[in-house]
């Protein structure tokens, strides 16, 4: 092996940033011991130089021009550490033009120019690690494409935003309300710099599209995936939830059904036994199904300075080894299949997609109302599998909370169209989507 040094620049000194400059400098003498090279981490730019981020830089490291690190012919590897989708896209394309390798941790970038990317990283032989992008330290990606190369994979679910697990975690842990648990969530650096996208499923969605075309070489979609957040959901749907014997998670769910594969981010709920419906605070898993494996489960933490900075560095150690094994000879290569297009997998309209419904209706305590939402039900094909009422208060309304069978998207949204207009009824009905099987 040739004896040489892989010179790294890192653009954005935030979270991630700080957590991979950390573990570079911090186990730089295990990193050479183990590689038989060292990895120099010569510059970190941003645009601030002052913050304290708990970590001591060598002099002239940190610098506020990320365009010297572009330009610098000595940087072989550039981490775009920065997120958001400007500079961060014309950094790494210009990254990938002056022939540099790329790591990122941008999934919101990727979800929605992934495409372009890998094309750039393939033309121009250079690689792009982005094992950061989901599902933080869990190596879902080397997983996904290297480990399980030999199935047909038929499933993925996923907790894969750290901030929205953590916040449903406290809600039903300790009773406190939505806004409470975000804050403590934004304090830990959980959170997205736009909590909206961790909180409303765009996060959970962006790593989807890439897990997605990763496990089933479809195209990156994401503005195909049905995306719904955790907003709306409150103390009274996490108790009646769990009275019937289940969690509420923010899931991600990619899956095959004959030439249709269903990619959609929603609350669900999952029975309390199921392992994924164990995973709390701001950890991460990732269930999937294949056909030679069966099932598998990966646990671990989905965000966080260290846990991604660890990925990152997993990043630049595969990289600065195939710079140093293949002497720039198979660069770019491991990007072609993420320009490939599974032309025979269609993604399945929302309101084509069966599953088990939690309906819990605000209805008037009075003879004859459970007959006239049961008669709406059944005449759309959905039928009930089992009922709580709480309370008894005259002329007041009360939870009315039914489990279905399962059911088709379309059927139920014309039904509780319908149940809604009933005088009967006085709020808005709320629905939740349930995975695990048929208990
Ligand atoms: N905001 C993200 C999360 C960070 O909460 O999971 C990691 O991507």
């Known amino acids: 092996m040739k004896k ?30 183990r590689l038989g090279f060292p990895i120099v981490l010569k510059n970190i730019a941003d645009l601030d130089t002052k913050r304290d981020r708990g970590i001591k ?12 690190i572009l330009n ?28 540099k390798h790329v790591v990122t941790a941008n999934k919101a970038l990727l979800a929605v120019e992934g495409r372009k990317i890998f094309t750039a990283a393939c033309k121009n032989r250079v690689d792009i690690g982005f094992e950061a992008s989901v599902a ?3 190596p879902i990606i080397k997983i996904v494409r290297e480990s399980l190369i030999g199935n047909n994979i038929q499933s993925v679910y996923g907790i894969i935003n750290g901030t929205s697990n953590y916040i449903l975690t406290k809600m039903s842990g300790e009773g406190v309300d939505f806004s409470t648990a975000l804050k403590a969530a934004q304090a830990l ?6 909590p909206t996208f961790d909180v409303e499923g765009i996060d959970s969605a962006h790593k989807l599209t890439i897990l997605a075309a990763l496990s089933f070489g479809i195209p990156f979609s994401y503005k195909k995936i049905y995306t719904e957040g955790i907003t709306n959901i409150t103390p009274p749907d996490i108790q009646f939830a769990s009275e019937f014997g289940y969690r509420i998670k923010l899931l991600t769910i990619a899956k095959q059904d004959g030439k249709d594969i269903e990619v959609r981010v ?39 300075e260290l846990p991604t900075g660890s990925a990152v560095v997993s990043d630049i150690v595969d990289i600065a080894r195939n710079i140093v094994r293949t002497k720039n000879t198979e660069h770019g290569a491991r990007s072609t299949d993420l320009r490939t297009r599974n032309k025979e997998l269609k993604i399945k309209k929302m309101e084509d997609i069966r599953t088990c419904y939690y309906l819990r209706f605000s209805a008037l305590d009075k003879p004859g109302v459970l007959s006239r ?10 039928s009930i599998k089992s009922m709580i009422q709480k309370g008894r208060k005259a002329e007041k309304a009360v939870p009315v909370v039914m489990m279905t069978h399962e059911a088709k998207e379309k059927d139920m949204a014309q039904a509780l169209k319908e149940i809604n207009r009933l005088p009967v009824i006085s709020d808005k009905t709320v629905y939740l989507r349930v995975e695990g099987g048929e208990n």
Request: glycine letters at 14%; a negative charge; proline letters at 4%.
């Open 72 to 99: 610098d012919p000595d940087i072989d590897i550039v981490a775009e550490l920065m997120g958001g989708l400007h500079p961060a896209r014309e950094f790494i394309l210009q990254a990938i033009k002056n022939g």
């Open 266 to 304: 929603h609350p669900t709920m999952l029975p309390k036994d199921h392992l994924i419906a164990n995973v709390n605070g701001v950890f991460n898993a990732i269930y999937i199904e294949g056909d030679a494996i069966g099932s598998q489960l990966y646990y671990g933490r989905g965000a966080g």
């Open 189 to 194: 650096g959980y959170a997205e710099a736009d």
């Open 4 to 33: 040489q040094s892989i010179n790294v620049g890192i653009i954005g000194f935030g979270t991630v940033g700080s957590g991979t400059a950390k573990i570079l400098l911090r186990k730089s003498r295990e990193l050479e011991s």
């Open 373 to 382: 939402i049961s008669g709406i039900l059944g005449s759309h094909n959905i």
């Open 57 to 68: 830089l060598p002099a002239g490291v940190l610098i506020n021009d990320a365009l010297k």
């Open 136 to 138: 933080g330290s869990i």
